[in-house]
Structure formats: C-alpha cells, structure tokens
C-alpha cells in the first residue's frame, strides 16, 4: 500500500506543483488503484509514473472546484482509449461530478469502453468489502468538501502449519476452513476451532484523505488512529484569519489534527504557489513539526509506504 | 504575427506532444492572442513560454473532440484567477461547447473576473473588424470539424513626409486625413488626394489553421494562397485507408492541399503516437516534402514567425 502524489498545488497548476490529485495504490491487496482528487493534467503526471490508468478502480472526489475535477474528463477517456480493462470504474464524489463527466463525455463524442458508475457522497459508510471500508465526512470548505476514511479490514492470522501437521489430517479443503477461522469436524468425530491453529490477525491500516478545508472537528472523527493522514495546508502558521476568510487550513492547524487524531504520520498538501523556495518549505514544515512531529510537506511524485502492521 | 504550437499530438497527451492547441500571436498587430483549440494542460503548457493568459482575446475551436477542448475549463478559470484584464473573451467554435465551457464552470463554482462570449460556428464570415477577417468552413470528420482562414486586411501605405513637406500645411489632424487616403482641402482651396502622398500598401497576411480533417476541397478553398497553412498529418503516406476510416489525412494528403492552394508554407501537426523516434519524423517530413517542399512537423513549443509581405 503506497500513496503516490500526483499533484500537490493550489487553485492554479505551477511549474512545481500540479493541481490536485492522490494515488493510493493498493496493487498488492487488490491489484488496484484508487485515485482522490483529479486536476487537470493528472493523465499527463500518470506518463511520468508507473501507474497504469486501467488499474484505477476508484475516483474519489473530495470537492467539485476545477483545480480537483477538471482532469477527470480526461483521465476517463484516455482509460478507454488505451484498453486492457472492462472493469467497471465507479466515481465516488458530492452531488455534480456525474453531470460534469457526462457532459463532457457527450459532448466530446467520447464513447468508453468500460462502464462508469457514480456514487453520491453522503456521511456515512461510502463503501465497504471484505477487504476495505470507506467512510466520508463533510468537512468545512463554503462548498460540499468531503473527507474519506479508507480503513483495511484486520488480515486473518497466518496457518500455523507446523502445529496443523500435529493433527491426523491432510492437507485440503479442511486447510481452508481452518485458516478461515471455523470449527471443524475431524474424520474421528471430535471438533478442533480453527481459531486455535493461526497466529496473530495483522491489524489493518487506516489512511484519511481529505479535501479542502477549514480546521474542523470532523478532520478528528476521520483521522482518529490512522495510520496516514493527508491534509491541506494552504497557508502558513499565523495566517489563521485568511484561512479562515477562503475555508483552509494553516500548516499548524492541520498539524493540530494530526496530533489530536493521534495519527501516525502526517502529509501536507495542497501547497499555495506563494511558497516557492525550499527555505518557504522548510519554513512550513517546521511550523508543522512544532504541533505534530511526524509531518512532512507533500511533493509532486513522492510516494510515501504505509507499513503493514505488526499484529 | 507568430505562431506558436502548444500541442501537436493526436488523441492523447503523450510526453513528446501534448494534445493540440495553437496560439496565434498578433501582439505587434492588436495587443492579444488568439488560441485554436485547448487540449487538456494547454495551460501547463503555457507556463513554460512567455504568453500571458490576459492576452488570450479569442478561442477558436475546430471540433468538440476531447483532446481539443478539455484544457477550456482550466485555462479560463486560471485566466481569471491571474486577473489584470477584464476584456471579454470570444470562443467560437461548434455548437456543444458553450455548454461545456459553461456546465463546468457552473459546477465548479468558478466566477469568472470577465465576460465570456460564445459565438456557434458556421460556414462563411465568423468575425471581422478593421484589421482582420475570420472565414471558417466545415471540413470531413465525421463530427462538425471547421477550417479557419484568418486574413489579416492589407495596411495603407506609409505616409510620404518628405513630399508632404512640400505642400503648405503644418503637421496636425490634417495629416492623420491624408494618411487615410482622404481627399482634403488646402488653406489656398486647392484639393489634395491623400493617396498621392502614401507609399505602396502592404498586403495582409493570411494563416489557415485547419481542425482534424479527411483530405477535402473544402481545405483548398481556405487554404488558397496562404502564408501558412497548418494541417493534420495523423498518419504516414501510405495509409490513406486508415486515415479515411479515421476520418483523418496522410502527409502526403495534407502535402497535396497545400500545392494545390499554393500556399508559401505548411506546418503538419496532430502527429499520431506511433511515431515517436527523430527518424520516424523525418520520414514523415520527407513524405510531406516530396509533394510540397517547404513542408515541416511542428513540435511542442515551435514558434513560427509569419513576415509582412513587401508590398
């Protein structure tokens, strides 16, 4: 599980730092990748990367200014255009992103090869399978700003295999069984729990994404424990009442979720072109560190590891 | 008057060619440029030139084809947001892309600092004023593609001081007459035809700029006599099968429309993907050059420089 950033700017694209957009690759849990945000140009940051378009599985969309749809157009017919899936894409987002993709597909002639579904955002369990569950919250941004929760659900323990060869039995679909956790009846008529033949269950890992956003509350409730969380910092510590007066965040604010969240480690995006410099980075950073010291300032094309857990 | 390529592929962004959009600088002519098409990050593309997004006057649009307009949104959006000019803009172009241009700033909530026209395109005069005339004309593409003829009016030859100087009048409004061409009454009640006292006129320019296309007459007719003629070449010589299923032109196509309306130069764009090496691309320039010599392949960021005609 790797998050690749694929654009890390403000309102406008600069030479550093695109607009919008988050890559969370799950190609080892699901051979997928689930984007969040998608500003224009997000495919031409993709040919600059290893990602491959027909791995998206999932668009997220925090909120509907252009700086975080207008590459979506793009991005879905280029999907099509280049083939090798038929997988359904679904596009998760507040109320407009399906009018806004139509329209442009329509109107462009553009005809897909696979088929696209749209989710309206509400708070609440977005998504879930047995593998992952996605929880969005409205956050405070003048417009609908949504932040997502993307929890993976605890991995089962490992087949303690030493101890199974204990018992008189074969391997077979009895393994299954056991490995999934269910009591089981052996050919002698007694009953083992397969519970008792895994290790440890490996606790699943938990990444906030949110949109843009004032300080609030809810960033708390989204980010509690997580293992990840990325948020916006469009201006500089002592900048509180601008943020305020254009619904962002200063990069002391959102350390300050970091630190009551109890997160793991913080990235911070969404970076105004004011800050150009490295020393203007550094500056941020450090205001950052001061609340919360596990925080760094998101690039364009970093990709950050998130650790599976221990147990 | 220059023309700059902003993007020269076919379809998609590629890393060598962004999807199309041409600029059309008329900075010495009228203070403003006029772009043909925007492809999606023909913004990102104009960070790393000199063109200010408050010069862009007018947008032509060819076709409705995504890799020609999904840069719209975006580049009127950041024109606003770079302020300094509150100047309305014009796009024409075919019928679909005001609501394109408008569903996407209605649902991102963009308000623009600037008014912002739409004007559908036709067949015949699309705009003229006291410098320049605009002919478009439907060309083959399966979906409404127009050509542009751009004709700049021929400029009144340079007023003749010395032999202005003869006459017994003083400089003031009265040469401003004389420079018009008017006719204009002396002190003495003599007359004086002020075209007797201008140089020879200069003849105005023209630049075709043609959107994807079939080989046609309909790009002769717009073509005739151009000082630049910038056509498709999506596909090599040879593959005029393909290129007619496609709805598209070969080099040597495009080569043929220029010899045939005799114009002074021609520029290929709209290079398909598939040829990518330096070789590739002087093997379609030769293809283009065996039927009309002074033929090229645009590149990414070219700028071409249109000189005034002698007389």
Redesign the interface.
Known sequence: MKVMFLGTGA?????AR?VTSIALQLLEERQTIWLFDCG??T??QI??TSIKPRKIEKIFITH???DH???L??LI??RS??GGSNDTVTVYGPK??E??VQ??LL????HLTYNIQFVECTDGVLFEDEQFKVIAKKLDHG?DSYGYRVVEKDLPGALLIEKLKELPIRPGPIYQKIKNGEQVMLDDGTYINGQDFLGPSQKGRIITILGDTRYTTSSVELAKNADLLIHEATFAAGDESLASDYYHSTTKQAATIAKLADVKKLLLTHISSRYQTEDEIKQLEREAKSVFFNSEIAADFIEVDIPKNRH
């Open positions: 309102g406008m694209p600069a030479k695109n224009e140009a495919q031409h040919l600059h509907l200014h252009g749809i207008y590459g157009p793009g017919s280029s255009f280049l407009g992103v009018e806004f329209t442009s109107i462009s002639k553009s417009i």
